[in-house]
Structure formats: structure tokens, C-alpha cells
């Protein structure tokens, strides 16, 4: 047993040793573990794990998705922050993890800048503002202007969540309130508001999306800037409430310190994943726009995503503990 | 024999519940409580606080004046190894990694039995972590370090 | 008919080749994993999870929903073998399948467990395929005042018709209420209960909750002293049901199926109580109910029964919506979305070879399980034969496996021991678990929903009463408690949730 021990010690010393002269030219030299801060089955799941097996082929080494869920992401981008910087362990990072619970979260288990090493932008997903056809409303200005004569109540799929505060931003700029009914999750709320409980939502589009197709909930608005390409016909919010824009994203990240080599292939690699047309297909039926960004553009998007939630963060009176 | 007739375990089992009650209610206290119109974080809570210590009481009360089974004997033995196994597994199984972090929670848990003998223990612990090995990490590939970076290999 | 040549398109989907070896892949997948100690069907789902995603679609769902009925029949048998259920549905199953398994009757429990499962599968199977749309209609009529009415029903049924230690039966389900709570209020997003631990922000999990009141006490139970006192009995009976036992559970399933049937549709945790109703509602029509909490057959079939039949309506929802009733259907939901289908009512219309291939599968799923573990229950009760010194550090092993597997959460692992301690705790003070359970699963959902109405109402609570299916509920579970009141009633009452360790 001791034998044993000691010569594997022996062996894994020599080893690492000379691991440590080949890192740079041979990473990466075994599976990289990519850590979903969410459960799995949900968007940033299937984002990740779509990603995960294209990236995979073009690092030549697999890449083992790990859902890490809980605290609304932060405990899988916490467990990241804190792992080995050598490139083997990153996160499929989002709106949530590196822009509003940094803001919300009053104990900061993480700093989304300091701590991390930006490695790709991978993409960007609209929300969409929709109402049970039951609610006599068919465009956003319609909605205002009842709303500022009845109460009316909208669901999102939690406190603190995008969708949240997607809902505050609109309410804020909208001048009107409305109600926000949380849920735990996308599914229950929009149970609920397609038997109108609750007759309004603010989700993501993919998961809506059959709905508002099937004609059970009616679009009013998508959240970008842009219509998104899989329903040309929806508005933006931006057109009636011009300057509001909100929409999730998803972003890889290694922890902070990790060698540069090691950034640059796992961004090359994802940068691939982007590229292949299966994958751009598959984004496409999903509602997400393709972003494939550098490490460079990524960073500076996160900065720019702090500065525009702070403020709505600060009106909405959002705080979690 | 001159004190009456009283049950122990029921006696006990009241001032658990009220203990517990009591603990819930205190840490409820520090949530904002809301009306019963509008709810706030605390309110729920308290009220089941306060429903648990009543029905403690009554159990407590119940006790007097009957006799009760005895509590009978304690696994301290069993506590001592088997409530330890699942924490040190929770601890080691990312820095030590699957394998070691598995093999002594076995060799822990093993101990708890008098009639486990210490050589029939470590065969067990390495057959249960080849096996495990050998199904989660390489058959179903779960995402588990086998060693972790505590070791130098 | 429509009906017959839409089942046949899917069982000409179901039965390729391919398919069917797919289905029995996950079937024997599900059972083998599922079977393990401390390992539930969520937990057998996400690791498997991963393996399906090569395959085409169909055979991809299908052969998911071989593992889940895989999962759920493994997690029974450990119920059954040693009190160690994976899911609240088997929580109930524990309760006398355990108890039939230490008197020798094992083999006996396990059987009941798998015919009374493959009965309710077949009709519930029909009930989707016949009633999925207009069934849909119902379960969106369900808002937070029902779901509150129901959740009340639920605890009211089960609490109503304890005697005895009724009141130890209530405390217990009000603790579980309590530590139900624990985590992030959804509402404000304040921590409550949380010990300042993040890891606790969503709540405790409910395997490691399960595994500790229920297994871990026991193991502690079975150590007290080795000497004089045998886990198991070792002369093990027949394995198969005689004609007397197959008679006296056939009421039992029929009931259970119906009732699991009716809940599982509801996708705001229905199914959750259909085995804790069945089994209120077997002890409330036998004619022993003495005998519950001893190894009563009726109190394996009934549930058993109902949580299989719920397991499958649940898929209503699903397929229909695209909303997940249980995180089991959630981890379905983003098998589909990998997969390049949108889950919702389009799917129906727009991949019919999809939807009616699933609903065939499930039959043919249920059918192979049945045929694959009747043979098998030979094997599993002969792992009882396992010395317990040697069978007991496996199952802690399997335990902190499959307790870390879900989450990758170590807390969940010190949550593990804390919860075996405070099992053993109240089952030395002769406090039961199972309504420690109940309470545990129901209580945020009858927090949410009640603060969620009041909010929807304007603060207004003549809500429960003025909506009529939350009115019928509430009239119900009064019933329920007048029921109890009625004296020749409560001759008969006894304990629902006696689990005696003598």
C-alpha cells in the first residue's frame, strides 16, 4: 500500500513536471470540464450542452458538461472562480451569473471581473413580452394604456431572474405598474399564464416560442432592438418605448489567472462550434443570435451589462441576500 | 416507585417539538412578517412555529399520567461511524477526488458494525470503489475527478 | 377512428427494431441504476441523460422513458428492500413493503409493486392517448387558490384519520412543513432557515431528506444490537403472489390507478400526493387497517399503483404544454430541446409520429419492465440474504454517490447525515417520517400557492371559496374532517402513518 502510494507520487511529481514544460504548446491534453450553473433541462443547459460537443471536437479532448445549479447560477460560478486556473474547468456564464446577482446579491459570493477570465461570447437570446389572448390587448401601447386603468399582474420565472427585470425596466420606463408575480422557474409561470391566472409573462423566447406559435399566447414585443429572425412579424418593445433593450446571453469563462494559451484555444474552439451551420441551425430554431466573440469583445460586454442593470437594479429595489 | 406514572419518550418527544418550534419561530422573527393580506417571508413560518410548540405542549402534557415504553438502546456506535461517512465523502470528493474520497467513506461506514473485522472492511471498500469506479466514472461518465488536486498526482 | 390509427402509427413507430432495443436499453439502464441505494429517478435520469443524446429523436424519448420507468420500479425495490426511497412516491412504498420484506414476504411486496405498476401504466397509457387535449383544459384551470385547496385536502386526509398518535403525526407533518421552507423565499428573495449556508438558497434536497429519515435510521435502527437481534427474516416465502393475495389487490390498484391518474395530470405537484391519497384511502376501506404499518399488501398495491399511473399522466403536460410537472419532466423537456423539438402543443399536430411513438412506448416500456423484473425479484431478494454488516457501508457508498450526482452539492452530503440523525432521533422518541415526508414536499408548495392567490385576489381570501373548483375542494377535505368526527367512523379510524419498529 505505501509502496504503492509513494511510487505514484513519485511517478505524478515527474509527470506534472513535465506537464508543466508541455502546457503551453499541448493543452488541452485531457477532458475539460464545463460547468453549467443552472439544472439541467433548461436553456443555458442545452445551450451548453450543444456547444460542448462541438467545442469538444475541435479541442480534440472531451469536454464533460457538469451542472452545478443553485443560488440562481452562483454557485457554479462560484466553484469556477475558485478552481484550478489552468483552462480545464470553465462556465457556461450568463446575464444572470455575470451582470445581476454581482448586482443584486447583497453578500458578493464572486466578483464577475476580477475573477474571472472572459473567453468567448457565445450568444444572444431575446425575451419576449406576451399575454394570454384572453387580455383584449394587441400591441405594447395597448398594454400601457390599460394598465394604467386596471391593475393587471405579470409572471416571471423568479425574483432577481433577466425576466425580472425585464419586467421592471419596462415598468420604469413605461411609467405604470403591474404586478409581478415570481415563480420558481419558466414552466409554472407560463402554466399559469396560459390558463390566465396570470395574464401576463415575460420570458425567454425559446421557451415561449411554441406557445406563440400555436396562437395560445399572443407576442407583443420582443426585447432587442432588432425583431428576432424566428418571428419576423413581433415587434420590438423598443419601437413603442424607444432606448429598451434587454435580452440573456451566454458566455464562456475560465477562472481568472488562466494561462493565455490556454484562453486562445478554448476561444478558437468555440469559435468553431459557432461556426459549424448544425450548430448555427440549432441556435437559429432556438431564437439565439450567434455572437462567437474574442476574449477582449467579452469583457467589455460585461462591463457594459454591469453599467446598463445597475441602475434598473437600484430602481427596481431588487435585493437578495 | 413513589413518581407517578409518567411517559419518557412522549415527556421528551413534547420538548423536542417545542424546542424545534421555538427555534423556527426565533429565526422567523428576524423575517419581515407582512399581514395576513399581504405576506411577507416570515409569516407562514411563524404561524407553524407557533402551531408546533402548541402541539408540543399538549404532547408534553399527555405524558403525565401513563406509563411509556422505555427508549430502549442507542447506536452510538453506529452514529459514531455511519453519520460521519456521508460528510467526509461531501468534504474530500472534489480535493482528494472520487476514488480515495469514496474508499475510506466506505472503510468509515464499515466500522460501524462490532462484527466487521478490519481485514474483511478494507476488501469490501476496495471491491465498492473499483466497482463504482468502474460504473459512474468510466460507464456512465459522470463528471467526477477520479483524484483530485490535493494529490500531487 | 382516429384514436385506433393514430396508435397504430405509433406503435408502428414504437415497435421498429431499433426502437424496442432502445426501450429495453433504458429500461434495464433505469432498473440497474435506479436500484441502487440513495439513487432516485432524477437522480438515474440526469446521469443518463447524456447517453440519449446521439440518437434520433424518437428513439431518444423513447428510450428516456424506458429509463424513467426503469428508475422509478428500481427506486421501489429499494423502498421495498431496505426503506430507502429515492422519491416521495416511494416514501409510501417503504412504509409496508419494508415491512413485508422483513417478515419474509419480499418477494412477495416486490411482485405487487410490478403488477400493480404495469396495470396502472396500461390504463393510464389509454388515458393519454385518448384524453391528452380536453384532460390539458382541465389542468389549466387549476390556479394558486386550487392548488392551495388541494395541498390543504392533501394534509387534511392524511392527518384526519391518524388515531392515537395523531397528534405526533401533526407535529411531524408541521415540522416538515417547516424545513420544507427552508431556502430563498421566492417572493422577496430572503433566505429563511438557510444558516447563512448559499448551498441552502434553494431549498434542502429532498433525496438527501429521504435518505436520511428513512434509510440512514434505519441502518442506525438495525445497529442498535447485533447480538440478539436479526435485520431480516431468513426464510424468505414464495416470491409470487397466491390467489387470495392477487384477489385482495385488485381493489387496491384499481383505486390507486384512478386516483394517480386524476393528480398526475396536474402539473403544479399533484402527483406528489397521489400515493400518500391512495394510501390514506386503502387504509380508510380495509377492513384490517390495523394491519397498515405491518406489511399490509393493499399498502403496496394501492400506491404503487397510483404513482405509476401518475407518472405517466404526468406526461400529459408535457407532450400537450411543454410544462414540466416534476423535475423528472423538466430534465425531459430539455431532452427535447436537444433534441430540435420545441415541446408544445404543436407537437402533436406537427410530429404525430413523435407524440403517438412515445405514448405506445410507454406501454411497451411498462410492459417490458414487467417482464424483465418478475423474473429479476428472485436476485433482488436474494441480496437480503447479504450479511446487513457488509450490505449496510454499500448503501452509505451508493448514498453519498447518488446524493452528490444530483447537484454536485456537498451540502447536500452533511445534509445526509443531519437528516439520519434527526430520523433516528424521532424514531427513538416513536415520531413516524412519512408525514415528516408529506409535509416536507407540500409545504412550499402550499406557502406559494397561498401567498401567490392572496396577491392575485388583491389580499381578498373569499378567493377559495368564490372560485368553485378551490370551493369543491374545501368542501371536500371538510368532509373529510366531519367524516372523522362521526363516531362509528372513528371506531375504525387508525393510525395512517404507523410504522412501528417492534
Known amino acids: 500500500m505505501t509502496m504503492t502510494l509513494t511510487r505514484r507520487i513519485l511517478l505524478g511529481a515527474a509527470f506534472s513536471l513535465g506537464l508543466a514544460g508541455a502546457a503551453a504548446a499541448a493543452f488541452p491534453d485531457r477532458a475539460v470540464t464545463l460547468v453549467i450553473p443552472f439544472a439541467a433541462g433548461g436553456s443555458t443547459d442545452v445551450v451548453g450542452r450543444i456547444v460542448a460537443e462541438r467545442m469538444a471536437q475541435a479541442l480534440g479532448q472531451q469536454v464533460v458538461v457538469q451542472n452545478v445549479g443553485g443560488a440562481g447560477g452562483s454557485l457554479g460560478a462560484q466553484q469556477v472562480a475558485q478552481a484550478e486556473p489552468d483552462g480545464y474547468t470553465i462556465l457556461m456564464g450568463t446575464v444572470a451569473t455575470h451582470a445581476l446577482n454581482p448586482l443584486i446579491l447583497k453578500q458578493k459570493p464572486y466578483d464577475p471581473v476580477a475573477d474571472f477570465a472572459p ?203 | 416507585m413513589s413518581t407517578p406514572p409518567r411517559d419518557n419518550t412522549d415527556l421528551i418527544a413534547g420538548l423536542f417539538l417545542m424546542a424545534t418550534g421555538v427555534f423556527f419561530g426565533w429565526q422567523a422573527l428576524g423575517l419581515e412578517l407582512g399581514t395576513s393580506l399581504r405576506m411577507g417571508p416570515g409569516y407562514f413560518p411563524l404561524v407553524l412555529s407557533a402551531l408546533l410548540v402548541v402541539i408540543g405542549l399538549v404532547v408534553l402534557i399527555k405524558a403525565f399520567g401513563r406509563e411509556g415504553e422505555p427508549l430502549g438502546q442507542i447506536a452510538w456506535r453506529g452514529m459514531m461511524f455511519i453519520l460521519p461517512a456521508p460528510v467526509f465523502f461531501g468534504l474530500t470528493v472534489r480535493g482528494l477526488g472520487f476514488v480515495p474520497a469514496l474508499f475510506v467513506t466506505t472503510l468509515i461506514a464499515s466500522q460501524a458494525s462490532v462484527r466487521m473485522r478490519p481485514l474483511p472492511a478494507l476488501a469490501l471498500s476496495v471491491a465498492v470503489t473499483i466497482l463504482a469506479t468502474l460504473v459512474f466514472s468510466y460507464g456512465l461518465g459522470l463528471p467526477f475527478r477520479r483524484f483530485g488536486p490535493w494529490l500531487p498526482f | 377512428m382516429d384514436l385506433l390509427s393514430n396508435l397504430a402509427l405509433g406503435f408502428g413507430v414504437a415497435t421498429s427494431l431499433a426502437n424496442l432495443a432502445f426501450c429495453l436499453i433504458g429500461v434495464i439502464l433505469g432498473t440497474l441504476i435506479g436500484v441502487l441505494p440513495g439513487i432516485g429517478a432524477t437522480a438515474t435520469i440526469a446521469m443518463l441523460l447524456p447517453i440519449t443524446f446521439q440518437l434520433e429523436p424518437v428513439s431518444s424519448l423513447i428510450m428516456l422513458a424506458g429509463i424513467y420507468y426503469g428508475a422509478q420500479y428500481g427506486g421501489s425495490t429499494t423502498a421495498i428492500l431496505i426503506n430507502m426511497p429515492g422519491e416521495s412516491s416511494s416514501a409510501v412504498t417503504a412504509i409496508d413493503g419494508y415491512q413485508m420484506a422483513r417478515k419474509g414476504r419480499a418477494g412477495t411486496a416486490l411482485a405487487t409493486a410490478a403488477i400493480g405498476s404495469f396495470f396502472a401504466g396500461t390504463v393510464a397509457t389509454f388515458l393519454v392517448a385518448i384524453f391528452a387535449p380536453p384532460l390539458t383544459a382541465v389542468a389549466l384551470k387549476f390556479g394558486a387558490a386550487e392548488y392551495f385547496s388541494l395541498m390543504v385536502m392533501g394534509l387534511v386526509m392524511s392527518v384526519a384519520l391518524a388515531h392515537g398518535s395523531v397528534l405526533k403525526a401533526l407535529g411531524m407533518v408541521v415540522l416538515g412543513l417547516l424545513l420544507g421552507l427552508v431556502g430563498t423565499d421566492i417572493y422577496t428573495g430572503a433566505p429563511r432557515f438557510t444558516m447563512g449556508i448559499t448551498q441552502f438558497s434553494d431549498g434542502l434536497n429532498f433525496v438527501a431528506v429521504a435518505v436520511g429519515v428513512f434509510g440512514i435510521a434505519e441502518i442506525l435502527r438495525n445497529l442498535e444490537d447485533e447480538h440478539d437481534r436479526e435485520v431480516m427474516t431468513r426464510t424468505i416465502n414464495r416470491l409470487f403472489p397466491t390467489r387470495e393475495e392477487l384477489r385482495a389487490m385488485i381493489g387496491p390498484i384499481l383505486r390507486g390507478t384512478g386516483i394517480g391518474s386524476v393528480l398526475g395530470i396536474l402539473p403544479g405537484g399533484g402527483a406528489i400526493l397521489a400515493s400518500f391519497a391512495s394510501y390514506t384511502v386503502e387504509k380508510k376501506l380495509s377492513r384490517t387497517p390495523e394491519e397498515f404499518g405491518h406489511g399490509a399488501l393493499a399498502g403496496v398495491a394501492g400506491p404503487e399503483s397510483a404513482n405509476n399511473a401518475g407518472a405517466q399522466t404526468s406526461f400529459i403536460p408535457l407532450l400537450t404544454l411543454g410544462i414540466p410537472a416534476n423535475p423528472v419532466m423538466a430534465l425531459m423537456i430539455g431532452a427535447m430541446i436537444i433534441q430540435g423539438i420545441v415541446p408544445g402543443p404543436n407537437v402533436v399536430t406537427e410530429q404525430p409520429e413523435l407524440f403517438w411513438g412515445i405514448v405506445a412506448s410507454m406501454w411497451i416500456g411498462n410492459l417490458m419492465l414487467v417482464v424483465l423484473n418478475l423474473p429479476l425479484i428472485g436476485l433482488w431478494v436474494k441480496l437480503l440474504t447479504v450479511p446487513y454488516f457488509v450490505l449496510f457501508p454499500i448503501i452509505m457508498a451508493m448514498c453519498s454517490i447518488g446524493v452528490y450526482s444530483v447537484a454536485s452539492n456537498p451540502y447536500d452530503l452533511f445534509a445526509v447525515a443531519f437528516f439520519g440523525l434527526l430520523g433516528y432521533v424521532l424514531s427513538k422518541l416513536r415520531c413516524e417520517p412519512a408525514p415528516l415526508l408529506l409535509g416536507f414536499v407540500l409545504g412550499p408548495l402550499l406557502e406559494e400557492n397561498l401567498r401567490r392567490a392572496m396577491i392575485l385576489s388583491r389580499g381578498d381570501p373569499t378567493t377559495f371559496v368564490t372560485r368553485p373548483i378551490s370551493l369543491g375542494l374545501l368542501l371536500a377535505s371538510l368532509a373529510v374532517l366531519a367524516l372523522v368526527f362521526l363516531p362509528q367512523i372513528r371506531k375504525r379510524r387508525d393510525e395512517v402513518f404507523t410504522e412501528t419498529d417492534a
Not at chain 1, 391593475?151 to 423568479?158: E, K
Open chain 1, 119 to 321: 473567453v468567448s461570447l457565445l450568444v444572444l437570446v431575446p425575451n419576449v413580452l406576451a399575454v394570454n389572448p384572453e387580455l383584449p390587448v394587441t400591441t405594447v401601447q395597448e398594454l400601457i394604456d390599460l394598465a394604467k386603468k386596471e391593475p393587471l399582474a405579470y409572471a416571471s420565472s423568479g425574483n432577481g431572474t433577466p425576466l425580472h427585470l425585464s419586467g421592471e425596466l419596462f415598468k420604469s420606463m413605461a411609467g405604470v405598474d403591474i404586478t409581478h408575480i415570481p415563480y420558481k422557474g419558466s414552466g409554472p409561470a407560463l402554466t399559469d399564464v396560459l390558463g390566465n391566472q396570470v395574464p401576463i409573462i415575460f420570458d425567454n423566447l425559446p421557451s415561449a416560442s411554441g406557445h406563440i406559435a400555436s396562437g395560445k399566447l399572443r407576442a407583443l414585443g420582443v426585447t432587442t432592438t432588432e425583431r428576432a429572425p424566428s418571428f419576423p412579424d413581433v415587434p420590438a418593445i423598443a419601437d413603442t418605448l424607444p432606448g429598451y433593450e434587454t435580452y440573456s446571453w451566454n458566455a464562456l469563462f475560465a477562472p481568472a489567472a488562466t494561462p493565455p494559451e490556454a484562453i486562445e484555444a478554448l476561444a478558437a474552439a468555440a469559435r468553431a462550434a459557432m461556426a459549424d451551420p448544425a450548430v448555427a441551425a440549432r441556435m437559429a430554431e432556438f431564437s439565439a443570435t450567434i455572437v462567437a466573440s474574442t476574449p477582449e469583445e467579452l469583457g467589455a460586454h460585461v462591463k457594459a451589462e454591469m453599467e446598463k442593470w445597475a441602475p434598473v437594479v437600484t430602481k427596481a429595489n431588487v435585493s437578495l441576500d
